[in-house]
């Protein structure tokens, strides 16, 4: 994956469709993992694309195999793990039948019961942030997919236990990032007492400050107030240059937070995925990690194509 493919002369959905399809299918064949770097984007937004390419069913078929085999073989040892299955079947759940398949349903008592008393999760920290660095992401994604899982599975008891301690460790450890604070309000639109409103209207003001004048928003930005967050190849930062996965992200927070698809801070977002495009169907996004390791082009691609599909530039936004 590199910076230097050239750009699409108009965005292709298919195209987009065909690059998830061969990077998913790539890693799950070579790695035979849930990545959330790949597969659980995938997961995410890949049903956005069914009206101009079905996708094989494999991935939703490795992370159901996690609940019915790999985990009644062995427990998890990777904890992380339980709350990216669950999230990857919630949300294509969401996004295909509407309703909590069940093994979906077993998903979610599994990453319930590896949940620690102090409402947090074993989170690897590989340093590639913002999904595999700290748990704080992984609290407030489980927080998110708890409240968002269909046939008001947020109201059972065992979703109830699992929110408050969630409640419990936000309390106890407050974001250091912006990114952090946009994922809150995320989980926030579905789940009580996580921000008030004035905190929500605070961090998008926040998210707005810090659009690029081309129209997107940079990850490295997203970061940029986490005073201890240091690259693994030791580079500085790049704050300045707009990427799919900020750009998808913030438009997606803006939206569930209920700014209209309308609105002109989100249209110039938008039209900067519509134009940033690869030829080959993704889009490039500099790891905030390494620059040997260019795998946040995955989650970033998804997150772009999520954010179409919010402000209606593809079918079937399902929140």
Request: charged share 25%; net charge negative; hydrophobic share 35%.
């Amino acid at each position: 994956i590199t910076a230097d493919e050239p750009f699409a002369d108009v965005f292709s959905a298919e195209n987009a469709a065909r690059y998830l399809d061969t990077a998913s299918l790539h890693w799950q064949k070579s790695r035979s993992c849930a990545a959330c770097h790949v597969n659980m984007g995938y997961m995410f937004a890949r049903p956005a694309l069914h009206s101009v390419l079905e996708d094989s069913g494999e991935v939703r078929g490795l992370f159901e195999e996690y609940v019915t085999r790999r985990w009644k073989e062995s427990p998890p040892r990777n904890i992380q793990e339980t709350v990216v299955v669950a999230s990857g079947l919630v949300f294509n759940d969401l996004q295909t039948t509407g309703r909590l398949h069940p093994i979906t349903r077993q998903a979610l008592q599994v990453m319930s019961d590896f949940q620690r008393e102090d409402g947090g999760w074993t989170w690897r920290n590989d340093g590639y942030p913002p999904t595999e660095y700290d748990e704080h992401y992984g609290v407030t994604l489980a927080a998110l997919t708890t409240g968002i899982a269909p046939d008001r599975y947020a109201e059972t008891e065992e979703a109830r236990r699992c929110l408050e301690k969630i409640r419990v460790f936000l309390r106890n450890n407050p974001p250091l990032s912006l990114h952090h604070r946009a994922m809150i309000a995320w989980a926030s639109c579905y789940v009580n007492d996580l921000m008030s409103d004035q905190q929500r209207a605070q961090t998008l003001d926040e998210l707005y400050a810090i659009q690029r004048p081309d129209g997107g928003w940079s990850t490295p930005g997203l970061l940029a107030d986490w005073k201890d967050l240091r690259r693994l190849d030791g580079k500085p930062h790049d704050t300045k240059t707009s990427d799919a996965y900020a750009t998808g992200f913030t438009i997606i927070v803006a939206r569930e937070l209920g700014v209209s698809s309308d609105d002109l801070r989100l249209r110039r977002g938008i039209d900067w995925l519509l134009s940033n495009q690869r030829i080959s169907g993704k889009w490039f996004c500099r790891s905030p990690a390494k620059d040997s390791r260019h795998y946040f082009s995955n989650f970033g691609s998804a997150f772009a194509i999520l954010a179409l599909q919010s402000c209606e530039e593809l079918p079937g936004w399902p929140f």
